[in-house]
């Protein structure tokens, strides 16, 4: 079983940064990967960013892409999602889910077997 905590979230205003953090529990991480979605009021959960446990290699939404960073500590079982230059269009409920090696795309919600409660960001205009 995997247990996945977030944090990090908060009200910022625009233009601002946060740093959310995933912290894994449960078992022995070395293959599969973890990614960050969101889900903002009346809309469908959508892809942010991922990486893969092991050889570290990451995939964002063009929505994120020169703004949003992820990293991970292999150490600490944490994975970071840096946010910069924060839109109000960023707020949302931001979750960290955790995918299986060859269990599917890192793209989308499906694939992905565990989740955490979700942290959420506001970003003030």
């Known amino acids: 079983q995997v247990q996945l905590v977030e944090s990090g979230g908060g009200l910022v205003q625009g233009g601002g940064s946060l740093r959310l953090s995933c912290a894994a529990s449960g078992r022995t991480f070395s293959r599969g990967g973890v990614g960050w979605f969101r889900q903002a009021p009346g809309k469908e959960r959508e892809f942010v960013a991922a990486?893969?446990?092991?050889?570290?290699?990451?995939y964002y939404a063009d929505s994120v892409k020169g703004r949003f960073t992820i990293s991970r500590d292999n150490a600490k079982n944490t994975v970071y999602l840096q946010m910069n230059s924060l839109k109000p269009e960023d707020s949302a409920v931001y979750y960290c889910a955790f995918k299986d090696a060859n269990s599917g795309t890192y793209y989308y919600p499906r694939p992905y077997g565990y989740w955490g409660q979700g942290t959420q960001v506001t970003v003030s205009s």
């Open positions: 990486i893969t446990w092991s050889g570290g290699s990451t």
